[in-house]
């Protein structure tokens, strides 16, 4: 019961942080948002505990942003009816440096706000890690565009020495690098339970790096680095063209490699595509395996929606609507759960039922960003070859079944996935009439309902179109 409220309570954190990164700016909320950590609930009060590394930090976000957090946190959950601000009752038992991840989108913002805060047991081990719960092997849905990257993953955390380190993984904005990041941490506690953990963020460490180096902390900072039986860097393309940063970190890989140490890190490039990063440093990242993540396929887009469908039961989300998000919020899977959340959240505070005219009023934003457009040209050529038919066919007077069904589709698509009206269409297939094109998408769209064979060959076809 812990652990779930746990992982709805990041969840919410989440969604509250991408929001006020948008409301406050980078720079505010990176210094002051960002280091907050979740406590606990009290349910009897209803009082949520948020929680800061000084007492200069917490005075501050007091003052400033109490009421804001509280808004956000009665809007978000309806179990929070107060934060309390408050100085981290364990910050001096921290051994760990405190550097916290680059700025991301959605969950990454919750998982910033308690990255690399290690907390030590009374026998001088660590206790437990600041991942964030939610992010896990079991919550990954995996297709083919990414089950390379999970094996080599869950390879990486197992109790036996692994093939490779260090594991790089390579993935545009968010495929789910991050997230496998956390679930290598989760897991390797599991089968190293008395392990040292340490997850940072590239852009982090080298400002760690030169605070360390300014403060003549530099032997230090080296010790603890060095310490650790795992490290995490995200997003290592932001330590380009800083001589000194990549400097030390190729001595620390070069010292934990050397004692049989597991390194990890994640980037949005492949590292010959970095820029700026010494030929030392590019030669140690690649030693291993580079794992890439291509982005989700549309039905592996589907499969996410449909775990994270399981948060909301027994709220039914009809299979239109899914099949809508899946095949049109396509640039990262950030977005796609961010679109469900937020479509969910508006149902459920208006009283409204989910339905698909309630996601295209509501996601505009989200789906205008991600439309590709998509021509009539590109629509007539994959359907040809889908049906093996001549491109000629699309505009030629013939009325054989062989011909006109393929015809039908073309216009079908060419309405669904081009803001073309009915005239522009029927130009484009030979000059036809409007009524033509009219109910050549009546006669699909019914057929998809009663013909199995041709709502797959429509479904295949706008996979291809859209992937």
Known sequence: MEEQEAMDLAADWADICHGLRKDLG????????????????????????????????????????????????????????????????????????????HDGFGHRAANDASLAMESIGDDGFTASVGLDPTQTFAAFVTGSTNVLAKNAAE??????????SPLYLKAATGQGKTHLLHAIGHAYLQTHPRARIFYCSAERFMVEFVQ?????????????????????????????????????????????????????????????????????????????????IQPADIELRRAILESKLAKFAPLEVPEDVIDF??????????????????????????????????????????????????TIDEIQRTVCQFYRIDRSEMSSKRRARAVVRPRQVAMYLAKVLTPRSYPEIGRKFGGRDHSTVIHAVRLIEDLRQRDADMDGDVRSLLRQLES
């Open 26 to 101: 980078h720079q505010l909320f990176t210094q002051w948002i960002k280091p907050i950590q979740l406590g606990k609930l009290n349910h009897d009060t209803g009082t949520l505990d948020l929680f800061l590394p000084t007492e200069f930090s917490a005075s501050w976000v007091e003052d400033r942003y109490h009421d804001r957090l509280s808004l956000a946190w009665k809007i978000a959950s309806s179990d929070v009816r107060h934060v309390s601000i408050k100085v981290h009752p364990g910050r001096r038992k921290i051994e760990n440096i405190d550097l916290r991840g």
């Open 155 to 164: 390879r990486m955390a197992k109790a036996e020495k692994p093939q490779f």
């Open 212 to 292: 360390a180096l300014k403060s003549n902390e530099m032997i230090e900072f080296k010790a603890r680095l060095r310490g650790f039986d795992l490290l995490l860097v995200d997003d290592i393309q932001f330590i380009i063209g800083k001589a000194s940063a990549q400097e030390e970190l190729l001595y620390t890989i070069d010292a934990l490699l050397a004692e049989g140490k597991r390194l990890v890190f994640a980037a949005d490039r492949a590292p010959q595509a970095l820029d700026g990063v010494e030929p030392r440093l590019l030669s140690r990242l690649s030693m291993g395996l580079v794992a890439d």
């Open 325 to 374: 998000l899946a095949r049109t919020v396509s640039r990262n899977v950030r977005e796609l759960v961010g679109g469900l959340n937020k479509l969910i959240a508006y149902a459920q505070l208006t009283g409204q039922e989910v339905s698909l005219q309630l996601a295209e009023e509501q996601l505009t934003d989200i789906l205008s960003a991600n439309r590709r457009r998509i």
